[in-house]
Every structure is written in C-alpha cells, then in structure tokens.
C-alpha cells in the first residue's frame, strides 16, 4: 500500500508579537532549523505572523508555540485567523 505523506501534515498559522524588523523573522526560523516534524515554516514581520506546516506525530502545535515563546522576546497571541 502506498502511503501519501501528506495526509499526516497539519498546518497553523500563528500571531507573533515582539517583532521589531526582518531580522526577528529570520530569528524564529532559525529556531526552528533541524526541528524534528518542521515540514515547511515562513515567519513574517510585516504580517506579524508565523506559517508552519508540520507532522503532529511528531511536534504539536503547543511545541511549536513554546519554541517561539522560549526566546522571551516574541510571544504568540493567537492565530493567525483571529
């Protein structure tokens, strides 16, 4: 049986906040480098937002949330959509 890897893929879109120019976007990304369960990320200063597409098998949404909390600097504040 062949298995499509996409079914197991989530995305989430999140509100960042503490964003202070292109930098701090480059920063959160670079958190998230060789992060077990990270498929595909896009951090915006402009939009103040994060895109993650990522294996819930292997990373939660929490998880992500916390690894960019971590920093101090930047906080999520919701989703994207809110």
């Known amino acids: 049986m062949t298995e499509n890897k996409n ?3 989530a995305t989430v879109t999140l509100k960042i906040e ?3 120019c292109d930098h701090c976007a480059v920063s959160i990304e670079k958190r998230f480098a ?3 369960g990270i498929i595909n990320k896009k951090v915006s200063y402009g939009e103040k937002k994060g895109d993650f597409t990522f294996n ?3 990373i ?3 998880e992500i949330i916390n690894t960019i909390n971590a920093s101090r600097s930047y906080h999520v ?3 994207g959509s809110e």
């Open 7 to 9: 079914e197991q893929l």
């Open 60 to 62: 939660s949404k929490e």
């Open 18 to 20: 503490g964003m202070t």
């Open 77 to 79: 504040v919701g989703n």
């Open 34 to 36: 060789g992060k077990d």
């Open 56 to 58: 819930p098998s292997i």
